[in-house]
Structure formats: C-alpha cells, structure tokens
T-cell receptor
Framework: DAKTTQPNSMESNEEEPVHLPCNHSTISGTDYIHWYRQLPSQGPEYVIHGLTSNVNNRMASLAIAEDRKSSTLILHRATLRDAAVYYCILKESGNQFYFGTGTSLTVIP | KAGVTQTPRYLIKTRGQQVTLSCSPISGHRSVSWYQQTPGQGLQFLFEYFSETQRNKGNFPGRFSGRQFSNSRSEMNVSTLELGDSALYLC?????????????FGPGTRLTVT
C-alpha cells in the first residue's frame, strides 16, 4: 500500500484559505490522489481526487506537484463546518483505501 | 439521490454472539466496501464486493465475512464476537472499481461488545 505523509494537526482562522499538504514520494504513475474528510461522529466524506492536473470542485481545489510527489488540498474560505480530519489517500487499484492518521483541522472563529 | 444507508445504527452484543450488519449502496453503485474504525487502529479496510463477488480482502480473521446480493446491497457478518470487535463499521459504495472512482460512505453502525 502506497504511503502518504500529512501533518497531524493544523489550525486556520475562519473565512481564510487553508492549504493542507500531503507528501507521497512513492506514488506510481497510475495512482490517483484522493482526499476525504471525516467530521466528528460521521462517516468519511469524499472531497476531491485527481491524477496529474489540478482539480476544482464546489468543495475544494487540489493542487498536484509537477513530479506528483506531493499535493495540496485548498479550502478557499474555511468555515466552522470544515473542522474535520482530512485524509490524503493514494488509490492504487480497486476500492481498497488505506487511511493514514490524517490531518485534524481546527477552525478558529 | 439517497445516500448510503446502514442498519442498524447502534448495536450492543455479548461476547461470543454473532452479528449481521446491512448496507444499501447509492442507487446504481455496484461496488460496496466495508471498513472498521477504532480509536487505536483508525480506519481499516475489511473487504470489497463487486457484482456479488469479493474482490479484495483486508487483514482480518475469518470471523469477519460478507456477501453482496444481486441488487448490490451488502451484509457483513462477525461470528464469535470479541471485546476488541467493538468499533464503528462503515460501508462505502462506488459506481465501479478502479483508481478513478470515488467512494461514498454511510453513517456507520456502532457495535459495542460487552
């Protein structure tokens, strides 16, 4: 299982952008980069995923480094509802996700 | 479109008993995966079903089993429950298998073994 490295925790002020980093130096050419988040007492929630190009959706943006060894999840304006654990996952095949410990995001009012 | 539903939401069982958990995927989704979440081990993959066949299996003992029906609904069974099986069991569905498919998780079933 391919490994990712994320900071254990981060803080952000409300209504400011948040950049959540993820290192994946052992990524292979066909691995997709997926981001999920888990709010307290809920199941994980899909955020965004991509392969090589930067991706945008209504929730967030995903910036992928040119060498694909790192990526950054960008929340454009953090709200209190964005406080969650964010998981960066490399998807190698099938639907077998290996979740690490993720980054616990605290949003300060 | 309705999301992934799991029943029951909460369950209390006694050590040695068996339990069956149910998952209904999003309409049209053919893949169902199961995960166990505990404070100590985090989220761990149990198994995945696609078109009624188990496609992948995580590192769990044979007491954990599952199946998928022709309508894509899935059940997982844990026999001879142990105290360490107390966990949040999560089901996730996906349109298909493969790297590009995202998964959608249900709210989970909270199992407590006493």
């Amino acid at each position: 299982d391919a490994k990712t490295t994320q900071p254990n925790s981060m803080e952000s002020n409300e209504e400011e952008p948040v950049h959540l980093p993820c290192n994946h130096s052992t990524i292979s050419g066909t691995d997709y980069i997926h981001w999920y988040r888990q709010l307290p007492s809920q199941g994980p929630e899909y955020v965004i995923h991509g392969l090589t190009s930067n991706v945008n959706n209504r929730m967030a943006s995903l910036a992928i480094a040119e060498d694909r060894k790192s990526s950054t999840l960008i929340l454009h304006r953090a709200t209190l509802r964005d406080a969650a654990v964010y998981y960066c996952i490399l998807k190698e095949s099938g639907n077998q996700f290996y979740f690490g410990t993720g980054t616990s995001l605290t949003v300060i009012p | 479109k309705a999301g992934v539903t799991q029943t029951p939401r909460y369950l209390i069982k006694t050590r040695g008993q068996q339990v069956t958990l149910s998952c209904s995927p999003i309409s049209g989704h053919r893949s169902v995966s199961w995960y166990q979440q505990t404070p100590g081990q985090g989220l761990q993959f149990l198994f995945e079903y696609f078109s009624e066949t188990q496609r992948n299996k995580g590192n769990f003992p044979g007491r954990f089993s599952g199946r998928q029906f022709s309508n894509s609904r899935s059940e997982m069974n844990v026999s001879t429950l142990e105290l360490g099986d107390s966990a949040l069991y999560l089901c996730a569905s996906s349109l298909g298998m493969g790297r590009a498919y995202e998964q959608y998780f249900g709210p989970g079933t909270r199992l407590t073994v006493t």
